[in-house]
């Protein structure tokens, strides 16, 4: 069963740091691209970042950039998000997601843009808040 657990969320004040986990089971990871997302209330779910199967390229949205670092360990099943210098507006539950079978040989590697239709196989969730 294919299955991706986040976890790593919590309350941080601004400018301070938090590393989210993403665990993966029932799949080969070394073989898939995976993408975190973000969702506030009341907002739709929003890309913040993508990294090929192989950790070499990794892609951010403009709000993050420069901040969110995205890392992977294929031997361990986990990919990792590190948030540094947060921001109110980072408060979201993060999700992480892999791309659907469909995608054929594209399964490795980021999209251009990241909708969250391109992914799937969402976990629960993580809550982030950043707050003083």
């Known amino acids: 069963q294919v299955q991706l657990v986040e976890s790593g969320g919590g309350l941080v004040q601004p400018g301070g740091s938090l590393r989210l986990s993403c665990a993966a089971s029932?799949?080969?990871?070394?073989?898939?691209?995976i993408a975190w997302f973000r969702q506030a209330p009341g907002k739709e779910r929003e890309g913040v970042s993508c990294i090929n199967n192989s950790g070499r390229t990794s892609y951010y949205t403009d709000s993050v950039e420069g901040r969110f670092t995205m890392a992977r360990d294929n031997a361990k099943n986990t990919v990792y998000l590190q948030m540094n210098n947060v921001k109110p507006e980072d408060t979201a539950v993060y999700y992480c997601g892999k791309p659907p079978e469909e995608k054929g040989p594209y399964k490795p590697y980021c999209p251009r843009s990241l909708l969250p239709g391109d992914f799937g196989s969402w976990g629960q969730g993580t809550q982030v808040t950043v707050s003083s």
């Open positions: 029932g799949f080969t990871l070394d073989d898939y691209a």
